[in-house]
């Protein structure tokens, strides 16, 4: 069984700092694609970063510059350093993954999301 599973989101002021982390495990081959996700409260679901096996990534307008995506601990592992956080920030953010499940199978996973909270 494939687990996608988020961390490190909290309350922070503005300009302030987080960092998430997202964590895959389970039966899989390699991994993709892994993205971040946000949502505030009645607004859609936006893209915030996404990293591709090769380590190319790409963020919207909205956070170039501020925030960052990397892999780590064997590449199972995407951390998104955030800076300069803004209140418009605040959202629950959560981790994609594109999986590799065998040889000619990939399938798409959601995290359950993080609460990341910017206010004085």
């Known amino acids: 069984q494939v687990q996608v599973v988020e961390s490190g989101g909290g309350l922070v002021q503005p300009g302030g700092s987080l960092r998430l982390s997202c964590a895959v495990s389970g039966n899989i081959i390699s991994i993709n694609t892994m993205a971040w996700y946000r949502q505030a409260p009645g607004k859609q679901r936006e893209l915030v970063a996404t990293i591709t096996s090769g380590d190319s990534t790409k963020y919207p307008d909205s956070v170039k510059g501020r925030f960052t995506i990397s892999r780590a601990n064997a590449k199972n592992t995407v951390i998104l350093q955030m800076n300069s956080l803004k209140p418009e920030d605040t959202a629950v953010y959560y981790c994609?993954?594109?999986?590799?499940?065998?040889?000619?199978?990939?399938?798409?996973?959601w995290g359950q999301g993080t609460q990341v909270t910017v206010s004085s």
């Open positions: 994609n993954a594109d999986l590799w499940v065998d040889l000619t199978t990939h399938h798409n996973y």
